[in-house]
């Protein structure tokens, strides 16, 4: 059975140490904050799949809070922790010390970030007015060229219209 929440505040992790059968946990997207305690979570051997992705965890400089690499949290890619800015360790490639500086990749002039999931807005209003500019000229040529086809559009027309009006008088 699949059940799905969007929660805000603390995650109750405490409460996961007795759902020792879980397999799949999909906490992503869910404004949780607070430290996340991986140790926990490790006790959970049969997870296969952990997403936190796009809350507000943080770790705090001890282990509790440092994403692992070993176990079953080795199987998990850095897709599974992104949106968490405070978490750090291997699998993110985000150093734990607290001397060090966030690591970012350089900036790069020919490369552009990749928006993830989204759509890019200014291509799409290209694409669109291009599809709407081209379907207006060809149906114009169409219309032009067969004397058949454009007395018949016009007919339709003209019956959408008078349906319209009729509709409209009797409302």
């Not at 985000?94 to 200014?122: F, H, L, N, R």
């Not at 379907?135 to 067969?146: D, F, K, S, W, Y």
């Amino acid at each position: 059975m699949n059940m799905y929440y969007t929660m805000n505040g603390s995650f109750p992790i405490q409460e996961l140490k007795n759902l020792k059968n879980l397999i799949f946990l999909d906490i992503s997207g869910n404004n949780f904050d607070g430290t996340l305690s991986f140790k926990e979570l490790s006790n959970l051997k049969n997870l296969k799949t952990l997403d936190v992705s796009y809350n507000q965890f943080n770790s705090s400089l001890s282990a509790a809070g440092r994403v692992p690499n070993g176990a079953q949290f080795g199987t998990f890619d850095e897709n599974n922790y992104r949106g968490n800015p405070g978490l750090c360790g291997e699998p993110i490639h985000k150093s734990c010390k607290s001397d060090e500086a966030p690591q970012t990749p350089p900036p790069s002039a020919d490369v552009e970030e990749e928006d993830e999931g989204g759509i890019d807005m200014v291509w799409f209003y290209w694409s669109f007015s291009g599809a709407y500019v081209t379907i207006l000229l060809v149906l114009a040529a169409i219309l032009r060229i067969n004397r058949h086809w454009r007395m018949l559009w016009f007919y339709y027309v003209d019956v959408c219209i008078y349906s319209i009006s009729i509709w409209v008088c009797r409302n």
